[in-house]
């Protein structure tokens, strides 16, 4: 669902909700609002969350109610185009499924999958390749942030201790997503193009 830069947030997690409401503008008046956490976690958090004024207006509420009506089959729509993208690149040489679990729900709005321990400079061909064949895809390992692909090391704002098992998974992630003007035929197209691409550097480089 979208309306610009509106949404909602659900949990059960009394300290996340408490602090999403100060975010969102409440100043010290949450007690107004009908469903809020219990007036001791506001106390915990109070002093430690900003006031960001990141609340949602009725414009924004307005355009968004009647997504709702079509939420399910949205994301029924956009699994369907991941499954689909997921079984062309099944089995492909080189390249590893992120195999989901069976009693998992997810929406499928984007696709990642791995080139585990491959270099980087062969991750930028087939990336590259796939780019000249219209495929854009995004990968976390490259070693300057791009797009929405930064990673803990690139945040200076906090420090972070080095995590060698997963980098090696970031420099091993490549995304694409997978929007619901795609069809069905374009994520089949979407993943031969990729599978071949894949394929080919994969055997030059073994060769």
């Known amino acids: 669902m979208n309306s610009g830069e509106g949404g909602f947030l659900v949990t059960d997690d009394d300290e996340v909700m408490a602090r999403a409401v100060i975010l969102s503008g409440s100043y010290m008046l949450y007690q107004r609002h009908g469903t809020v956490p219990p007036e001791e ?5 109070k002093y430690h969350t900003p006031n960001v004024s990141g609340r949602m207006d009725h414009l924004r509420a307005a355009i968004l109610r009647p ?3 079509a939420l399910d089959a949205q994301c029924e729509k956009w699994t369907a185009r991941y499954r689909v ?17 069976g009693a998992e729900r997810f929406v499928g709005s984007s696709i990642q999958f791995l080139l585990l321990d491959w ?8 990336m590259g390749r796939c780019a000249a064949r219209g495929v854009e895809l995004k990968w ?18 906090v420090s972070a201790a080095p995590m060698p098992a997963t980098d090696r998974i970031l420099r091993a992630i490549v995304d694409m997503r997978l929007p619901l003007t ?5 994520c089949a197209q979407i993943a031969r193009i990729i599978r071949a691409e894949v394929g080919a550097v994969w055997q030059a480089r073994a060769a």
């Open 67 to 69: 997504q709702l009506r």
């Open 119 to 126: 270099d980087g400079g062969a991750v930028e061909e087939v």
């Open 140 to 157: 976390f390992g490259g070693a300057e942030p791009a797009g929405f692909t930064s990673r803990y090391d690139s945040w200076r704002y």
């Open 85 to 101: 993208v997921e079984e062309g690149l099944r089995g492909t040489p080189g390249l590893r499924i992120v195999e989901r679990a």
């Open 41 to 45: 976690v506001f106390e915990a958090v």
């Open 182 to 186: 795609f069809s069905l035929e374009d």
